[in-house]
């Protein structure tokens, strides 16, 4: 199945610079951050991140760190329950990598010097979240747990910044992946903000290069991602030729704070959490509509308590149903949840005596750039981990704060196998890539935003996908004028965004069924007989993008 053009790569000026490591590692969130601290035993580490340090999705991450540490659990339920929630799709070894490693690796975390809740016994604490079957989330300071374990990585990799295995670079936005004549990853270039001790466009090289670069939130009108998460990773992985695979599977969070409709970018997460200690949603009417929907009611997985909220909200013709903690009560709301409390009152909502409105936003996305279970991509040299990765983890749904151990577990395995195997990788110098270059203009963004919200949104349909790919292939390459405008963060950003855009409307229109984190209005079953497998999107030199349909190989 072929497609539109997209870009080989983005129009940049030349790299005016030049820096070297062993391993280049972009993104600081949890795998990021791992990966760089682990792959000093392979060699010297650059870690480039797109702000600061601290500025990633891994620190606004409330409910926790999903891992089988109660006796009364074991990883064979975890890895039952994270199947069931993939709807079929799951790589089961992957998944099996996961659980059976994760509760080691959470341990680790701790001994590093992360802080989670505690017994009145000592024993880390535990609750449950949507689709679990066992208490067996960790959390730290109430629902800050991704703040918790991102200043104990950042205070691991501080207490040796005077390492010279390692070197970070802020405020650096990766252009695109650099590849050799063979088609190997050598570096990335970079557009670095002046506060570094670089600026300008300039060129990192390493023998391997590993993307944590985080999710692709920003390509949605609303979503509960920073601002940081414009989908550059994947973009340029794909431009570089990276297979990508499951875009289609984008999980809407269900309960994120309403705002009016006019509300757009970052919104406020209510964390599942809140319902996992037993806070109930109804419609506007007051009605407990989760009741009899499933099993679990409002902590079924998040894909089936989102198309609740969805149905709930079109039978009322309402703009949001209600999230009800009042019962739980304000003393023990405002300890187990004060951030969320602080956030609602900071919008005259107080959980402890109102009903607080919630609707879904785009939360997470469950495909991403193809790796295997050591995080290598298709490209020989990249590695993945992370949200901006698809390891075969998630299947057709995440399973709730399975992300945080995906990036722990995964950027422990990419170290491991750098350590293994970088002393054979003899990269050789950057090549120009065949192909279109490309640059939309960054005031094209919020288009692309309102297209996506309206084509590719928590329902779609033949109608509305075909008017999405119609919208956006009038900025396509050769669609647009000739001098598309300043190049600027903000225009490379933009860029990124249509191509993620591009890419997963495709696989949007083309899986014709409705599974997990995909809801087709016009197609409402799961079809196993003709959708049990991956849709595979990758670019040609001449910048077409092929997608091809892969069903699933049993474990």
């Known amino acids: 199945m072929t497609g539109v053009r997209i870009a080989r790569r983005l129009r940049t000026e030349a790299p005016g610079w030049t820096v070297s490591a062993d391993v280049v590692v972009v993104g600081s969130g949890i795998a990021g951050l791992t990966a760089a601290l682990e792959a000093r035993k392979a060699g010297r580490v650059l870690l480039v991140t797109k702000t600061r340090l601290a500025d990633s999705a891994t620190a606004w991450a409330q409910g926790g760190i999903a891992a089988a540490l109660d006796p009364e659990d074991s990883p064979e339920q975890h890895l039952n329950d994270t199947l069931v929630a993939g709807v079929g799709l799951c790589d089961e070894a992957a998944v099996r990598?996961?659980?059976?490693?994760?509760?080691?690796?959470?341990?680790?975390?701790?001994?590093?010097?992360?802080?989670?809740?505690?017994?009145?016994?000592?024993?880390?604490?535990?609750?449950?979240?949507?689709?679990?079957?066992?208490?067996?989330?960790?959390?730290s300071g109430g629902d800050a747990t991704g703040k918790e374990i991102s200043r104990a990585l950042l205070e691991a990799l501080a207490a040796i910044r005077e390492d010279p295995q390692i070197e970070v670079y802020e405020h650096a936005l990766v252009t695109d992946i650099l590849t050799d004549a063979a088609g190997r990853a050598c570096g990335v270039t970079l557009h670095v903000l002046g506060e570094g001790r670089q600026s300008g466009v300039g060129a990192a090289l390493g023998r391997a290069v590993v993307l944590a670069a985080g999710g692709l939130g920003q390509v949605y009108a609303s979503t509960t991602n920073p601002p940081v998460s414009t989908g550059d990773g994947l973009a340029a992985a794909l431009r570089a030729g990276a297979q990508v695979a499951d875009l289609e599977f984008v999980q809407f969070h269900p309960t994120v704070l309403w705002l009016g409709r006019s509300a757009k970018g970052q919104q406020p997460l209510i964390s599942e959490a809140v319902r996992g200690e037993g806070a109930v949603l109804r419609d506007v009417e007051g009605r407990r509509f989760m009741v009899g929907r499933h099993e679990l009611a409002e902590l079924a997985p998040r894909d089936v308590v989102a198309k609740g909220v969805v149905t709930a909200m079109a039978e009322t013709g309402a703009e949001h149903v209600w999230l009800d903690a009042r019962h739980l009560g304000g003393e023990f709301l405002a300890e187990r949840f004060p951030t969320i409390v602080a956030r609602c009152r900071s919008y005259g909502i107080d959980p402890a005596t109102d009903l607080v409105p919630v609707a879904p936003a785009q939360h997470y996305a469950s495909g991403g750039i193809r790796t295997d279970r050591r995080g290598r991509t298709s490209l020989p040299g990249l590695y993945a981990c992370g949200e901006v990765s698809c390891t075969g983890v998630?299947?057709?749904?995440?399973?709730?704060?399975?992300?945080?151990?995906e990036g722990l577990v995964w950027g422990h395995r990419i170290a491991e196998d750098l350590a293994s195997s970088l002393g054979d990788a003899r990269p050789g110098d950057p090549v120009e890539r065949d192909g279109p270059v490309s640059l939309l203009d960054a005031d094209a963004q919020p288009f692309v935003q309102s297209a996506m919200t309206a084509g590719a949104g928590v329902l779609r349909s033949e109608a509305s996908l075909t008017?999405?790919?119609?919208?956006?292939?009038?900025?396509?390459?050769?669609?647009?004028?000739?001098d598309p405008g300043p190049m600027t963060p903000d225009s490379w950003e933009t860029t990124n965004l249509h191509t993620v855009a591009v890419t997963l409307g495709r696989h949007a229109a083309l899986r014709e069924e409705t599974r997990g984190g995909h809801w087709r209005e016009d197609f409402p079953e799961r079809d196993d007989a003709r959708w049990r497998g991956h849709l595979v999107s990758v670019l040609d030199p001449d910048g077409v993008l092929t997608t091809t349909y892969e069903p699933m190989k049993e474990s």
Do not use: W
């Open 467 to 482: 008017t999405l790919a119609a919208r956006l292939a009038t900025m396509a390459v050769g669609a647009g004028p000739d």
């Open 97 to 139: 990598t996961l659980v059976t490693e994760g509760p080691r690796r959470v341990r680790e975390l701790v001994d590093l010097g992360a802080e989670f809740e505690r017994t009145p016994a000592g024993d880390i604490a535990l609750t449950r979240e949507g689709g679990h079957h066992r208490d067996r989330i960790a959390h």
């Open 394 to 405: 998630h299947g057709a749904n995440r399973l709730a704060s399975n992300s945080l151990l």
